[in-house]
């Protein structure tokens, strides 16, 4: 195991949001691949999230875990549906990341592509059980644009060419790649064809010069692509020579393949009154939850940060440390004090996205949150290459709109 940096703080509540909701992408899209777009001539930072959820006997968008009031959704067929973030057309580029939302063993969910028509920014999503078969279900999903270069943050790529042995999209003008120190990402595929192992390179991110070396950072993964039983999980991420580096292993139930994937490396760095969270929005507490099989337990201070945007408060207050309780085999209750729970509000949106972490053919998702209890308890669920729950490493996002004024 590796050792990764410490918790920033997050606080509490409301305000504006002050992150626009946009999509964007860069180099042709693969499989039909979304491209999100802005509102101004030059964008910095753009993102939308949603949740869908069958009410009624119909699949729709939930608002209180959805970024905007207008975000439509298509069922297109069995297990293939498409998210409609409107007003975001435009750049092309950006990032996808996508979990299924529910408490049982044998789902999955990817990206499918993503892409712009007129104003709006279309991402598809398939899903899966664990022997291949297309599945309605409830997921979330987010996209996340940067343009800035601020330093020492983290980035994004879409990872596009599986077999490729090295390869840099940046260098090769992806718009699906976003480095904040403004240099190269760097990926190479390991081993022979088929060894679906590949290691990420982001260039000039020193996370141990930022805040005395105390903070970590965190990673999100996501397969791409239209393959029935691909899952790709994150292996470890450790910093050497200036750089951070990021190691994926993608699976076909529990054979290694080849696949492309979207990826996210942030240290969720920034000014107290921006909020750069992982996923684009006023405030966040993301973990790595680094003892699988431990009754109950407080993660990991060094992967530990949490956020809440201001208007300009200076300091903020410190929310109490997340908590894990192991509820069951690969069933976690996760308890973020200082976030918001889910309401029908701009201030009060809600948003998660978990990762496996490890080396082992295991899938983890967010069942849902626990909505009588307080604060926000979220399930995170973990199953095996041919379902069943299964104990695991992982890391979590809670992301919500919750802003500070003074």
Not at 23 to 41: F, H, K, L, N
Not at 126 to 155: H, K, M, Q, W
Not at 294 to 314: F, K, M, N, V
Not at 333 to 354: C, D, E, L, Q, R
Request: charge should be negative.
């Amino acid at each position: 195991m590796f050792r990764r940096p410490a918790l920033a703080p997050m606080v509490l509540f409301t305000s504006t949001m002050l992150v626009l909701m946009l999509g964007c992408g860069g180099r042709a899209p693969a499989d039909g691949e979304p491209a999100i777009e802005s509102r101004q001539a030059v964008v910095a930072q753009l993102s939308a999230f949603a949740k869908v959820t069958k009410a009624s006997g119909t699949w729709a968008v939930d608002p209180a875990y959805s970024s905007g009031s207008n975000i439509t959704l298509t069922h297109v067929d069995t297990g293939s549906f498409r998210v409609s973030f409107p007003n975001i057309g435009n750049p092309v580029g950006g990032d996808v990341q996508v979990n299924p939302t529910a408490a049982i063993d044998d789902v999955r969910c990817k990206v499918q592509s993503w892409s712009t028509s007129g104003t709006t920014r279309n991402v598809n999503i398939l899903c899966f059980n664990t022997v291949g078969s297309a599945v309605d279900i409830g997921f979330v999903v987010s996209f996340v644009y940067r343009s800035d270069t601020p330093g020492v943050e983290g980035g994004y790529v879409w990872a596009y060419d599986a077999s490729n042995p090295a390869y840099s999209p940046i260098a090769a003008g992806s718009a699906y790649a976003w480095n904040s120190t403004g240099q190269p990402i760097n990926i190479t595929h390991h081993g022979a064809a088929g060894s679906g192992s590949y290691t990420l390179q982001f260039v000039g991110q020193a996370f141990s010069t930022v805040g005395g070396g105390t903070h970590g950072g965190t990673v999100e993964i996501t397969a791409y692509g239209t393959a029935p039983f691909v899952f790709c999980t994150v292996v470890d991420w450790y910093e050497a020579n200036s750089d951070m580096f990021v190691d994926v292993q993608c699976w076909s139930g529990q054979r290694p393949i080849d696949s492309q994937f979207t990826a996210i490396l942030s240290l969720g760095s920034g000014s107290l009154n921006v909020g750069h969270s992982p996923n684009g929005t006023t405030a966040f507490t993301y973990l790595w939850a680094n003892q699988p099989t431990a009754d109950s337990y407080t993660p990991d201070g060094y992967y530990q940060q949490g956020l809440i945007a201001s208007d300009h408060c200076g300091a903020l207050p410190t929310p109490g440390p997340v908590t894990i309780v192991r509820h069951d085999e690969g069933r976690y209750w996760v308890t973020f004090p200082g976030m918001a729970m889910p309401a029908n509000s701009v201030f009060s949106k809600v948003h998660f996205i978990v990762t496996a972490y490890g080396s082992s053919p295991i899938y983890c998702f967010p069942g849902g949150l626990i909505l009588d209890r307080t604060p926000p308890t979220l399930i995170v669920t973990c199953i095996g290459a041919g379902g069943g729950f299964a104990d695991s490493y992982f890391t979590v996002t809670y992301s919500t709109t919750q802003f500070i004024i003074c």
